[in-house]
């Protein structure tokens, strides 16, 4: 290496801090962390059944559009993660875009949305282990069992990110079995309906009592979830080589990879299944293993949940140990509470504080499953988390550059593209926003209690009123001081790509 090239540890150093994560990642094994986490399985499988329960099999449409929408928060993202490649990305750009109480909320809203965002991962996985023996769960051992996995994937994670890979290729693998093959193979051999299908509500918005319109929305609120947690990528960045470029890279492959295989998937479940009014009339709760049970036949039951029971586990080790990086951003700053303790690393060099903080967090959510099943209501809880910091990242990242504070400078940038795909961005992220957040009662089982019904805005209620109360009362935004705000850019270290 020559004498004048920066090394990442230059990099992070010239960004105010020591290296202290582990850098082995690279490129694909970044990729390999936003793939484990946007998850097709995941992102699908927990999804399909609300999805055609509201819109029959025309709401595999409302998964294109989403995937659109979500690859303009990914270009958004792409210039901020190249300019400044840290974990707690949101926290982190905020910081050197806005002032530093906007900042300090952004951060905030995002770890809680990575948190909460495991705790419906965990939620839609459970199900999936009673499934491997043949059982059905109650409410009670759903929330049990799903704490019980929250435990395992901190426990993994605190032996570092390359123990950590390894379980994430493991679930990659599943990925593999599970969404490309048995999806090709429903789609070329086993369809039992016409394409025509995919244009047929199936008359679930008139069972329902919606409109066509309310419907169409209603699957767009919900097929948003499967398309986040590409920003994984975003917090193994202080442990992935080059981050600068790869972080980018491994953010649109890993979104647009999952993105083709959700489509896929999508479509080859509503085309095989051998009676999707049943589906609509939610006689069908597991629309995916019916799909595969009744081309392959029985015997590929148990295979087949344990392939997916797999894939479930490893997002959730991935995401869980995203959320754990963020937190420890956040707390090496001093800046969110218990910060002493958050911002331990172990001698795995993993950040064991934030490690268990996150699944503390995690597991405070899942009591909204105790009455009753809450599959939908923690999809919209979860995505409602989620996209409200997207919506205001991208929303002080077109007001930086509206005001000239920021000009990407980065490895990527989009030159004049860059601000009217931001636009577009703060314009789906606000429209998703508000769509997720409205309470449906369609989206809960029949006589759910109604904090099911109301947890998306209740959820992003309480962690944005709490986070303004500690805000408020602690002031953690005087922390942050003007020589953070103020850092150098990397365009003094590494050359800018159109």
């Known amino acids: 290496m020559a004498e004048n090239t920066p090394t990442d540890d230059d990099r992070l150093a010239a960004l105010g801090y020591r290296q202290e994560l582990r850098r082995s990642l690279n490129v694909l094994g970044n990729i390999s962390m936003g793939f484990a986490v946007v998850s097709p399985v995941v992102g699908l499988y927990a999804a399909v059944q609300v999805g055609m329960g509201v819109a029959g099999g025309a709401w595999v449409w409302a998964l294109p559009l989403c995937l659109l929408g979500q690859c303009l928060v990914v270009a958004v993202y792409s210039e901020l993660a190249s300019q400044w490649p840290l974990a707690g990305g949101a926290y982190q750009w905020s910081k050197r875009l806005a002032g530093p109480g906007v900042a300090w909320l952004s951060g905030w809203l995002w770890q809680f949305a990575v948190m909460f965002g495991n705790t419906t991962v965990a939620y839609l996985a459970s199900p999936w282990l009673f499934a491997l023996f043949g059982a059905v769960p109650t409410p009670a051992e759903q929330v049990l069992a799903s704490v019980g996995f929250v435990l395992l994937c901190t426990l993994v994670n605190a032996y570092g990110i390359n123990l950590l890979r390894r379980f994430v290729g493991l679930g990659i693998a599943a990925e593999a079995v599970a969404s490309v093959v048995v999806g090709l193979t429903l789609l070329l051999f086993f369809r039992e309906h016409g394409f025509g299908l995919l244009t047929d509500m199936l008359d679930a918005p008139k069972a329902l009592g919606l409109s066509d319109t309310g419907a169409v929305l209603a699957a767009v609120a919900v097929a948003g979830w499967a398309f986040i947690g590409f920003d994984a990528c975003v917090s193994t960045a202080e442990e992935t080589k080059d981050a600068s470029r790869q972080v980018p890279r491994a953010m649109w492959w890993s979104l647009l990879a999952v993105g083709l295989v959700v489509i896929l998937n999508a479509v080859a479940v509503a085309l095989a299944h051998p009676a999707p009014a049943e589906v609509v009339a939610r006689q069908d709760l597991d629309p995916v293993t019916t799909a595969v049970t009744h081309a392959f036949g029985g015997w590929s039951d148990k295979p087949f949940v344990l392939v997916v029971l797999i894939s479930f586990t490893a997002c959730l080790m991935a995401s869980q140990g995203g959320a754990a990086r963020g937190l420890y951003s956040l707390a090496r700053d ?15 060099r993993a950040p064991i504080g934030g490690l268990v903080a996150a699944a503390v967090v995690s597991c405070a959510a899942l009591p909204l499953g105790l009455s009753t ?15 409200v910091p997207f919506f205001v990242l991208t929303l002080v990242a077109l007001s930086a550059r509206l005001r000239g504070r ?4 980065g490895a990527v940038r989009y030159g004049r593209l860059g601000t009217p795909l931001n636009l577009l961005a703060v314009l789906w992220t606000g429209f998703e926003v508000v769509n997720i957040c409205w309470p449906r009662a369609v989206l809960s089982p029949a006589g759910a209690p109604w904090y099911q019904i109301w947890a998306a805005p209740l959820g992003v209620g309480t962690v944005t009123l709490t986070g303004l109360g500690y805000l408020l009362a602690r002031r953690p935004d005087r922390r942050m001081g003007e020589a953070d705000r103020d850092l150098p850019h990397t365009e003094e270290l590494a050359p800018a790509v159109v």
């Open 334 to 348: 001093d800046v969110f509470p218990f910060s002493r303790r958050i911002r331990k690393v172990n001698r795995h």
């Open 373 to 387: 099943s809450a599959i939908g209501s923690l999809i919209t809880f979860g995505g409602a988390a989620t996209f």
């Open 406 to 409: 920021w000009t990407p400078a």
